[in-house]
């Protein structure tokens, strides 16, 4: 069974998770993500793209939370984004002062990630993180491509 599924058990389904070391960013904290297109760079610009992106999931799934080795945090959860099922494993490195220095974010399937990727350029389309996403119109056409060409 593909582990982007989830258990289905709607008990499980977190609507609540907010990650303490989103709060506790390095200034010059670092992000780099499947959906991006890019490296994020700055507490700010990384805690703008994920606020907008933790709205898209329907609930949190976690398989694990917790520490990784001495500087590092991991989260791996399922969740859904509009009814597709998606995975997530998010890798955060701690500096040496205890501060969320980078975030590094995979998910999965491929479908998911392209629809992520077309709902996140929609979003901040015309915005300073425009650059990190396709044009809303490309991401679309690699979701669904046209074939009567």
Known sequence: ????????????????????????????????????????????????????????????????????????FVEDYTSRVHGEPIGSVVMVRYNDAGQAQHVIINHRPLRSVLLWFRLMAEHFANTPYAEYFLSPELAQEVLEPDTTS
């Open 1 to 72: 069974m593909s582990t982007y599924l989830g258990s289905g058990n709607a008990d499980l389904h977190r609507r609540d998770y907010r990650p303490a070391w989103l709060d506790n960013l390095a200034e010059d904290a670092t992000m780099e993500a499947s959906v991006l297109n890019g490296i994020v760079e700055g507490a700010h610009a990384v805690r703008e793209i994920l606020a907008y992106a933790r709205t898209l999931y329907d609930y949190q799934e976690f398989n694990y939370v917790g520490t990784y080795g001495e500087h590092s």
